[in-house]
């Protein structure tokens, strides 16, 4: 039986203009990729889906999150991944960076702020080999090394507006188009080494840009400080994938789900709190766009703490820990996959108004999970790594 | 059966083999490439199988005019004031060709009459602006007889022929058009391959005159002229190299599909579309055959390889295409067939790679800025570099040539 992980070898990762870069996972080479779930450094310490945290937060998959931003913002995410592949006593080990999203936002009236966000949906980058033997006329065996390489992905641009409509409750929607492109090319090369003669390469290849709409909206509720409550809805409209230079085929489109998000957060004391959310999407009408697979309904959910007690020379050095459990939404090789495993985080807060809206503040988290497909199970490191810098 | 992407592909590797008839046609044997003077080599011949006679002709350079020499003290020093007293030519022999062992007659003679190395035939003494100036006797014309020797190939593959310093003053005078040496054998049926000629001169300087020094000298023009010329081909059969060198020239007419079976037909519609896409590998599978007259028989690996005609109208004179392939040296890179497989009873097959002109033909795309053209030629790598040509089994003969490709299909490039 040929070793499945041996057949992926992920090779180094590039990020994209759009963000949607750097797969490197073996579930990456199912449906339409692996999806980017659009959180920062914090939420992913605390184990969470993207809503419903205390503060303030500009992300792609939250509309709301931004609405006490009071000065202009801007937020820059960055990730890395170690990943082990393992199927038996095969094992290959792989990393790369990602850029998962980017926000700006503006406030434009002492209730309302304008945002603008960029960031990763589905990554698509990974690489398959296979090595097999041939038997032409005269040579007894050719070995050929068959490579499937898979480039780019799908991204999101968001334009968003948050209104505060009272100090107990705010709203927010977002609308949004898909971008990003993806190139497929398959090889054969021949090892010529047994042969006389060289036998060029067989390349065959492909290139898809993608485009669609989204509109997100949103909703939380602020309970004196000391619980919040955040929910919203995502509508994606179908993903078209056109054809370019000269690639063979017809438009494709992929029906997207409906995509609900939630989460609460509550202050258990003066300097802690927890956070608790959860994200659901049905997929089975993407997976019934797909020519190969199915995809199912999908459950994210997590929880994390909070301790804000703690200072570094004189700044807050927030301290985070959570875990989470996602479900994937495309199978792989027949199955469905799911990740989990715990997280822990740190920020730094470098600089705040006084009325404590931070203006310049990073965050790290880090994760540690598995997840299992067929005979193939990966172990990850996740890094994420994300920066603040407001009130210019 | 686990579906992953390359399964979704499903590639398919396999072989088609295309007779002559289904490839080419319009074969033509064309000679009269470059000189036997390019090769830098020489052949030495009498009376050989079919009557073949060769000489060898030379021209030194320019003599050295001063030496460093040691005086009394051990200094050393540049002596302008030197005599030239005598010479030295040393003809290396490759004595794996050498046919018939023995003792072999070597002759040295002075040529009397201007000849010109880059034109001299046998019968001409040179060839410029269409004018044809014959020797007075066809090989050479009048000559000098300077030195006869007797040569044993056991042991030695290099002959020494010694000249005299009245000899070696004539021949070191620039001015002289005729300046020249011929070698030559006498015993009927030899004939030797000649890889290097080297010359030196013998000098006495002015500083310390108890002393000969040894100098080297250039040999400048180097060349032989060969009677009869090698006939064109008795049957239909393909050659190339050879001084002046042959080329067989042919016009590709590529099917547009190919036949195929089993799997094959499975996978895609049969027959099947020949593309440039597909075309992994195309190559001319020829099969050796014994040359004509042994004369001709090839004494060392020939390297051959297919280039582009790019002007057949104007054939025999078309320019070609740059070669296929380069080697790591970016030198043109063919096929190495040994000499031994145009011997009697040692012909095998041999394949010579054409992949970018059949990828450009199926394609209609330039090829290295020219656009393709159907007829090729088979030619000698870097030619002329051998008197000896290689002879391959024409069309319509079994093991005539034959189209090998290796193509791979596979269901287009999809989004899942």
């Avoid at chain 1, 985070?320 to 479900?327: K, L």
């Avoid at chain 2, 590797?13 to 490439?33: C, D, K, M």
């Avoid at chain 2, 040691?70 to 004595?95: A, K, Y």
């Avoid at chain 2, 795309?365 to 002879?391: H, Y």
Wanted: glycine share 12%.
């Amino acid at each position: 039986m040929r070793t499945l992980g041996r057949l992926f070898a992920l090779g180094a990762l590039v990020s994209l203009p759009g963000g949607a870069a750097a797969g490197q996972s073996v579930l990456a080479a199912g449906g339409l990729g692996m999806p980017i779930d659009p959180v920062d450094a914090r939420g992913r310490s605390l184990g969470s889906v993207g809503v419903g945290l205390f503060g303030t937060g500009l992300m792609p998959g939250d509309p709301v999150g931004a609405v006490d931003l009071a000065v202009p913002t801007i937020t820059m995410t960055l990730q890395s991944v170690w990943l082990e592949l393992r199927e038996g006593t095969d094992a290959n080990t792989v990393e790369g960076n990602r850029f998962p999203a980017l926000g700006v936002s503006y406030p434009v009236s002492e209730r309302g702020v304008v945002t603008l966000t960029y960031g990763g949906v589905f990554d698509q980058h990974w690489t398959q080999e296979r090595p097999d033997t041939l038997h032409l006329e005269g040579n007894a065996v050719l070995p050929v090394v068959d490579r499937f390489t898979s480039d780019g992905g799908v991204s999101a641009a968001r334009l968003g507006y948050a209104h505060r409509l009272s100090p107990r409750f705010a709203v927010g929607a977002a609308v949004g188009l898909f971008t990003g492109s993806s190139a497929r090319l398959f090889t054969r090369t021949f090892d010529t080494l047994t042969v006389d003669v060289d036998i060029a390469a067989f390349a065959n290849s492909g290139r898809w840009s993608y485009s669609g709409t989204i509109l997100t909206v949103g909703a939380l509720a602020d309970i004196d400080d000391v619980v919040r409550a955040a929910g919203s809805f995502t509508w994606f409209g179908a993903l078209e994938a056109e054809p370019r230079h000269g690639t063979e085929g017809v438009t494709r489109s992929y029906d997207m789900p409906l995509e609900f998000r939630a989460g609460v957060s509550a202050r258990l004391a003066t300097e802690l709190s927890a956070a608790l959310s959860l994200a659901w999407a049905d997929w089975s009408g993407t997976g019934e766009d797909l020519a190969t697979g199915s995809a199912g309904s999908t459950l994210a959910f997590g929880a994390g703490v909070e301790w804000e007690g703690a200072t570094l020379f004189g700044k807050g050095l927030p301290l985070r820990a959570g875990w989470r459990r996602s479900e994937l939404p495309f199978e792989v090789f027949g199955a469905s996959a799911s990740e989990s495993g715990p997280n822990l985080g740190v920020g730094l807060l470098l600089l705040e108004r006084a009325d404590g809206l931070p203006l310049a503040s990073m965050d790290f988290g880090a994760e540690r999970g598995s997840r299992s497909v067929g005979p193939v199970t990966e172990h990850y490191w996740r890094s994420t790594l994300s920066f603040r810098v407001a009130g210019f | 059966m686990v579906t992953t992407p390359i399964t979704i592909v499903d590639p398919l590797t396999f072989e088609v083999r295309l007779p002559w008839s289904e490839f080419a046609s319009n074969l033509r044997i064309v000679g009269g490439y470059g000189k036997p003077a390019q090769t830098g080599t020489a052949l030495l011949a009498h009376e050989f199988d079919n009557g073949l006679q060769a000489r060898m002709l030379l021209r030194p350079g320019a003599y050295p005019t001063s030496v460093e020499v040691t005086d009394s003290l051990g200094n050393r020093e540049e002596d302008h004031n030197i005599s030239i007293i005598s010479g030295s030519l040393w003809v290396t022999v490759d004595t794996t060709g050498v046919h018939h062992l023995g003792a072999t007659d070597v002759r040295l003679d002075r040529l009397l009459e201007p000849w010109d190395a880059r034109t001299a035939t046998w019968a001409l003494a040179s060839e410029s602006g269409g004018v044809q100036v014959p020797w007075s006797e066809p090989g050479g014309g009048a000559v000098e007889r300077l030195r006869r020797l007797s040569w044993l190939p056991q042991g030695r593959d290099e002959i020494l022929i010694g000249i005299d310093s009245v000899d070696v003053a004539l021949l070191g005078d620039e001015t002289v058009s005729e300046r020249g040496l011929m070698v030559s054998i006498d015993n009927p049926g030899k004939l030797l391959h000649v890889p290097r000629v080297r010359m030196e001169v013998h000098v006495v300087p002015s500083i310390n005159e108890d002393s000969t020094l040894v100098v080297p000298v250039d040999v400048t023009d180097l060349t032989y002229v060969y009677t009869p010329l090698a006939p064109p081909p008795s049957d239909i059969h393909l050659r190339a190299g050879g001084a002046p060198a042959w080329r067989s020239l042919f016009t590709f007419a590529l099917p547009p599909s190919l036949p195929a079976t089993g799997q094959v037909c499975v996978r895609t519609t049969c027959p099947v579309a020949l593309t440039s896409a597909r075309v992994n590998h195309a190559s001319i599978l020829l099969t050796t055959r014994p040359t004509d007259q042994a004369a001709f028989a090839p004494v060392d690996t020939m390297g051959v390889e297919v280039r582009g005609v790019l002007a057949p109208e104007l054939l025999p004179k078309s320019p070609v295409t740059g070669p296929l392939f380069v080697d790591s040296l970016g030198l043109p890179s063919g096929t190495a067939v040994p000499a031994e497989a145009f011997r009697p009873g040692a012909s095998r097959v041999v394949e010579v790679p054409i992949t970018p002109i059949v990828r450009s033909l199926l394609a209609g795309a330039s090829f290295r800025g020219f656009r393709p053209t159907p007829t090729v030629a088979l030619m000698q790598l870097r030619e002329p570099t051998s008197f000896g040509f290689a002879s391959f089994v024409g069309p319509g003969q079994a093991g005539e040539p034959v189209l090998r490709l290796v193509l791979t299909i596979s269901d287009p490039i999809g989004l899942p």
